[in-house]
């Protein structure tokens, strides 16, 4: 368990970084060393190692490059062959190797001793800039020529945090890049320390980790960064000639670059330029503070570095790459974890250009989900080898710094990547108090109290509130003004394909049967798409549900707490004993879901029992409305088409639909009605669409007409917003109860302009605690028909309805207090007052 754990994280922190989709191919067998270089490169005066210094076989497309300590490993396929050693600022050093040559050579390269002559440069204005702008032709003129090409790839990740080495990930692939289908790649051997031991059963991906930075737009965190080479790159970036230096006796052009424009998403650092080629020879970047990332990392301090050549012929690739991450995670102002930092060192040799590929890498339509797949004869290795330290199923790869060798001697399986990066703040607290365990909290619970009017797919398909979830038996919690306390136990059980669930509760409140509540569910995959699921279920639930509150586990949760601190209760109840069978099945291309469901309930009215409170508060409570009370049975189906999506962290593009019907004819119903409801989610990026964060507007329309004699069980909702919690979806001046209705249309919209204010008016607090200003509005009326507002004057049921439409527009500063608190200011349009509340949601 401690294993997969410790794993699990390690892939957490990994794969934000690994954005390439990458896809299957066949096995390819392992390359035939005819001799192993082994070594140093040096300084010839100094006798200081050379990092990085690139080593390459003279007319191929073979190299390595040297560790932090100077040391390589070369691998020779045939005999004799030339080594030419690469280091800018000396001369290269080139020598024959035979048969006779012993293994281990170092080279000891010359600083250049060339007189550098003023730099001549044709052209007007700022020199770095025409140079850079020579470059960008001349990449111009072979660019388009690259249309694919294979490559052997080497990745080692290590995993640190503030004080020592984690883990050590390795991986040996063959990865593969096609101009307009991207990258995929064939792992064929990977390992890492022990505490990774499972790493072999899964392919780790190694070459779609690499950037390209020659390329014209470069992809970091989800953003498309505008590349130093980009078309475009004079009007995003200023470049100044900083120095020159010498590389076999001609001048190397190092190049200042910095951005134009603040907010534009751009690099910072330095780029070499070989003169008469006008070619980039490395390249030493890191974004700039625009860079926008996930709310969790609290600071990412990032800086890559990459070496090209040609290897003799026209294109310029990457020989390496190497890349410092340090990252600062922060999931709340209640859990933060220890720095992150991760370093990886790359190899890149044995290019294939513009040979045919596979053409099952890409599969039939050119898509595939899968990162990285793992060939026939993948092995890993689950131990350090003393003889050959750098092999990995068929190296030798970079040497390992004497820190990471360090740690693939001493790590053992019980250091656990989860140990190492322990969480902090309260729950850090809690959890060395000995309050909390792994998996011991967690907000789950009774999914079988679905609210009586949704109609998406049934009991068991929402999760509803519980203040704790333990593992095993998971007992619930809550509190409302109908049940009173509600403790309750639910029991998870798997029987083969079956999963099963059962739950019990007692109430405090009531009085006689609804004392007690009781039900379950049981799901059964019919096939890959279908499952089939029913569940019962007996008491007390809400009698309409909160769409807009991410969940219903959180709504109930959020609602408990406010009804304790002596707050009005949002829910109204009802009393419910119902059975719901229904069969769901999912198709793809489009992305479509589909739901029927038949339901058989009998409703009955419940009474408000408690007007309790925590804090002694003298506030009244509201009475429960009765329901119309019978058996209401019925027929609905849900189709959902598009990305489910999560507000604030994940784009949401959806279109809902269900329609319910009901009539005596049909199995005897008490009640003759048809229910139609639609709702769509989109999200429209709007400026800055480069950020891995663009500024975005998101847009609800919610509506729903009804025909026959609703009842009220099933009117529509508008959602208020009366507890220090302002969801989107919600409307933020209307206090306490929701609109509601026979029919109701409503439109929300909300852009976030995100850090975007403050960096133009170069404010840097603010932007470096990520808060962000939100400008939302929202729109809605219900009705109610004349004959069915008489009907329930006169049963004395009263429910609050908008007669005109409802209009709102608010300002919203988010990311607060650590990303825990939002405040809005919302203006309604159609009456006096301002509203103004402090927000617990929390988007990241």
Do not use: C
Not at 116 to 139: H, L, Y
């Amino acid at each position: 368990m401690a294993r997969r754990t410790a794993l699990r994280l390690f892939y957490l922190v990994l794969l934000p970084l690994l954005p390439l989709a990458v896809g299957p191919a066949a096995a390819h067998a392992q390359d035939t060393t005819a001799a192993l270089l082994e070594g140093r490169v040096v300084d010839a005066e100094t006798g200081d190692p050379l990092p990085q210094a690139n080593l390459r076989v003279a007319d191929t497309y073979q190299g390595t490059i040297t560790n932090v300590d100077g040391q390589y490993t070369l691998a020779l396929d045939s005999l004799p062959a030339t080594i030419v050693v690469r280091y800018v600022g000396y001369e290269s050093a080139r020598r024959r190797i035979t048969t006779d040559t012993p293994p281990r050579q170092t080279f000891r390269l010359a600083p250049s001793t060339v007189q550098m002559d003023e730099v001549q440069v044709t052209g007007s204005g700022n020199p770095g800039e025409t140079i850079m702008r020579r470059v960008i032709e001349n990449k111009q003129a072979w660019w388009p020529a690259l249309k694919r090409y294979s490559v052997e790839a080497y990745n080692r990740f290590t995993l640190a945090n503030d004080t020592t080495i984690v883990a050590v990930a390795e991986s040996q692939t063959t990865a593969f890049w096609d101009a307009e289908r991207g990258t995929r790649e064939v792992v064929r051997s990977q390992r890492g320390t022990a505490n990774l031991q499972g790493i072999a059963e899964s392919a780790l991906p190694a070459a779609a980790t690499v950037l390209n930075l020659y390329e014209d737009n470069v992809g970091v965190f989800g953003n498309q960064m505008v590349g130093v080479t980009h078309p475009d790159a004079l009007d995003y970036y200023d470049f100044t000639l900083d120095t020159t230096r010498a590389i076999d006796g001609r001048q190397a052009f190092r190049i200042e670059v910095e951005p134009a424009n603040r907010l534009s998403s751009t690099f910072r650092g330095t780029v070499t330029v070989l003169d008469s080629t006008y070619a980039l020879l490395e390249a030493q970047l890191r974004p700039t503070p625009s860079l926008s990332t996930s709310r969790v990392l609290k600071e990412v301090d990032i800086t890559f570095e990459q070496q090209f050549s040609n290897f003799g012929g026209p294109y310029w690739l990457p020989v390496d790459f190497r890349a410092r991450r340090d990252l600062d995670v922060q999931l709340s102002a209640l859990i933060s974890l220890s720095d992150i930092r991760i370093r990886q060192v790359s190899r890149l040799n044995g290019y294939q250009i513009n040979e045919p590929l596979p053409d099952s890498l890409y599969g039939a339509d050119g898509e595939t989900d899968e990162v990285a797949v793992r060939a026939d004869s993948t092995v890993g290795i689950p131990a350090l080898s003393s003889a050959q330290p750098d092999s990995l199923g068929g190296g030798p790869f970079v040497p390992y710094s004497q820190d990471e060798q360090t740690a693939y001697e001493q790590i053992d399986s019980t250091d656990t990547v989860q140990n190492a990066f322990d969480p902090g703040g309260l729950y850090g607290w809690l959890q060395d108090l000995g309050l909390v365990e792994e998996g011991g909290i967690s907000f789950g619970g009774d999914a079988d109290e679905t609210a009586a009017s949704d109609t998406t797919d049934g009991a068991g398909d929402e999760a509803t509130a519980s203040f704790v979830d333990v593992e095993g038996g998971l007992p619930i919690l809550r509190f409302n003004r109908v049940e009173g306390g509600h403790v309750g136990l639910r029991l998870d059980l798997g029987v083969g394909p079956l999963a099963v669930t059962g739950r019990a509760g007692y109430n405090t409140g009531p009085s006689g049967s609804t004392q007690w509540s009781y039900g379950g569910d049981a799901t059964l995959p019919l096939g890959d798409n279908t499952t089939l699921s029913a569940g019962y279920h007996y008491g007390i639930e809400p009698r309409y549900r909160a769409r807009s509150r991410i969940a219903p586990l959180w709504a109930r949760l959020s609602n408990s707490l406010w009804t304790l601190a002596g707050a009005p209760d949002y829910f109204d109840y009802l009393g419910n004993e119902r059975l719901r069978v229904s069969v769901r099945r999912a198709f793809s291309g489009p992305d479509l879901d589909l739901a029927l469901q038949f339901r058989t309930e009998r409703h009955f009215s419940v009474r408000k029992t408690t007007g309790y409170n925590a804090l002694g508060r003298s506030v009244t409570q509201p009475a429960n409305p009765s329901v119309d009370a019978g058996q209401l049975r019925s027929v609905a189906l849900t189709a959902t088409l598009g990305d489910g999506g999560l507000l604030g962290v994940l784009p949401i593009n959806r279109l809902q639909g269900s329609v319910e019907h009901s009539d005596p004819g049909l199995a005897a119903s008490d009640f003759d009605f048809t229910r139609v409801e639609a709702v769509a989610d989109a999200r429209i990026e709007t400026f800055f669409q480069r950020r891995f964060r663009p500024n975005a507007l998101d847009l609800r329309v919610d509506a729903g007409a009804s025909f026959g004699a609703l009842p009220l069980q099933r009117f529509g909702v508008i959602e208020a917003s009366p507890q220090p919690y302002t969801p989107f979806g919600a409307l933020r001046t209307l206090d306490d109860r929701p609109y509601q209705g026979e029919h109701h249309v409503a439109l929300f919209w909300e852009h976030n302009f995100r850090t975007v204010p403050f960096e133009l008016l170069g404010w840097q607090a603010p932007v470096e605690q990520d808060i962000e200003l939100l400008l939302h509005g929202g729109h809605g009326r219900t009705w109610i028909d004349d004959g069915t507002e008489q009907r329930l004057r006169r049963r004395g049921t009263a429910v609050q309805r908008a007669d005109g439409f409802h209009h709102e527009v608010g300002l919203s500063v988010n990311g607060l207090l650590e990303d825990t608190l939002r405040l809005d200011l919302t203006k309604r349009l159609d009456a006096s007052g301002l509203s103004v509340g402090v927000s617990l949601l929390r988007f990241w």
